[in-house]
T-cell receptor, first 113, second 115 residues
Framework: GNSVTQMEGPVTLSEEAFLTINCTYTATGYPSLFWYVQYPGEGLQLLLK?????DKGSNKGFEATYRKETTSFHLEKGSVQVSDSAVYFC????????????FGTGTKLQVIP | NAGVTQTPKFQVLKTGQSMTLQCAQD?????MSWYRQDPGMGLRLIHYSVGAGITDQGEVPNGYNVSRSTTEDFPLRLLSAAPSQTSVYFC??????????????FGPGTRLLVL
């Protein structure tokens, strides 16, 4: 079956540091890939997505590239801010039949001033 | 648009009690789903619906029932609450029942404590 593996957190960074959160997946076919973010006390919201190999999703300074050869979708940001403190979830959605989304376990990011 | 709404925000139950978690969306989305979020386990799919009158099981359906009589509403019923059902529950919806790159829109969650 489909699965998503994320690096375990928490990740603690100083403001303006470079961020990488690793995500790898196992799936049949060509899934769509997503990063969702959950701020404290809220539901998840879409951060970015990519739907085919070599696509780059980007939003709010975050980027991730769909790498089929390494089955990865790592999240990066060049300079994090305190406001980026949240839990980040990598996810995939199958593209055949009814959609089903599989989430990773989430990585908590804490950015300190 | 209110988006996806959930009630209640917080609930305490005793073992064996039943209750219904409400979920509604005003975006005319075909697809709706329920997840539970537990520490270290991410989000796990409980049940989903691809349209009014059509539901199916997800990864962890035991102890939960759903129905979808309208496009807007997708309630989740706990038949006989157990401490293992203590969790945060999220409802989500998306425009299409299938499709590439469909974004999920999440409600704010219901925190459930079963004593």
């Amino acid at each position: 079956g489909n699965s998503v593996t994320q690096m375990e957190g928490p990740v603690t960074l100083s403001e303006e540091a470079f961020l990488t959160i690793n995500c790898t997946y196992t799936a049949t076919g060509y899934p769509s890939l997503f990063w969702y973010v959950q701020y404290p006390g809220e539901g998840l919201q879409l951060l970015l997505k990519a739907t085919k190999a070599d696509d780059k999703g980007s939003n709010k300074g975050f980027e991730a590239t769909y790498r089929k050869e390494t089955t990865s979708f790592h999240l990066e940001k060049g300079s994090v801010q305190v406001s980026d403190s949240a839990v980040y979830f990598c996810a995939l959605s199958r593209t055949q039949g009814y959609q089903k989304v599989t989430f990773g376990t989430g990585t908590k990011l804490q950015v300190i001033p | 648009n209110a988006g996806v709404t959930q009630t209640p925000k917080f609930q305490v139950l005793k073992t064996g009690q039943s209750m219904t978690l409400q979920c509604a969306q005003d975006m005319n989305h075909e697809y709706m789903s329920w997840y539970r979020q537990d520490p270290g386990m991410g989000l796990r799919l409980i049940h989903y619906s691809v349209g009014a009158g059509i539901t199916d099981q997800g990864e962890v359906p035991n102890g939960y029932n759903v129905s979808r009589s309208t496009t807007e509403d997708f309630p989740l019923r706990l038949l006989s609450a157990a401490p293992s059902q203590t969790s945060v529950y999220f409802c989500a919806s998306s425009y299409s029942r299938t499709g590439v790159g469909e974004t999920q829109y999440f409600g704010p969650g219901t925190r459930l404590l079963v004593l």
